[in-house]
């Protein structure tokens, strides 16, 4: 989804930086042999990722829907040399394909991979995380917020993929589309809890950042 005008787009995307000739590949290959390759980040959010994990270097990251890796080895990029990034996915027939990509990187030994519902494994992680990125199931944005906000660090960063859901939440509902409905609470959820601030950003589907307090 664009919501800025064509012209300002490509513009924007022609003036940030280039995305790794690795995540050329990672896409192309995506695009190639796996189902719904629309749900990569793709190269100009990509660069977003990249640049707030940059500026955060951080020491662990969680990511909650790892899909081919691509926003992995973007937040990656940002990670400090001893840190390590606990990414989450539903689904076990891409664990091959992330690997491979992943080792094919600098931080292939910082990244580790977990096979499962993101509601039991989340439970189980021991870590307190500086980064967090949520882009899984929409309809449990809410309920990884409840799980991962305990173990956010002071200071520590939330990203939210999706929160304009193709632009749906200034549409009136529909009665049985659960998404919206599920990103319209997550939003609001975000925008009431006293212990984060938030702000929307209209890139791409968008971007919400939160800062626990």
Known sequence: MYFLPKKIDHYVVAHSQE???????????????VLQPIMLSGPY???????????????TILELGTFTGYATLC??????????????????????????????????????????????????????YDLVFIDADKTNYVNYFHLIIDKVS??????????????????????????????????????EDHRIETVVLPIRDGLTISRKK
């Open 19 to 33: 995305e790794p000739q690795l995540l050329k590949q990672l896409t192309r290959e995506t695009y190639q042999k």
């Open 154 to 191: 002071p200071g520590g960063i939330i990203i939210s993929d999706n929160v304009l859901w193709h632009g749906k939440v200034v549409e009136p509902l529909k009665e049985k589309d659960e998404s919206t409905k599920a990103v319209l609470e997550f939003n609001t959820l975000l925008k």
């Open 75 to 128: 937040l990656a990029e940002g990670l400090m040399t001893n840190g390590r990034i606990d990414t989450i996915d539903i689904n076990e027939e891409l664990a091959d394909f992330q690997r491979k990509y992943f080792h094919a990187s600098d931080y292939g030994h910082q990244i580790h991979q977990h096979i499962g519902n993101a509601l039991d494994i989340i439970p189980t992680l021991n870590n307190t």
């Open 45 to 59: 959010q990509g660069r977003v990722l990249s640049m707030i994990s940059k500026l955060k270097q951080p020491k």
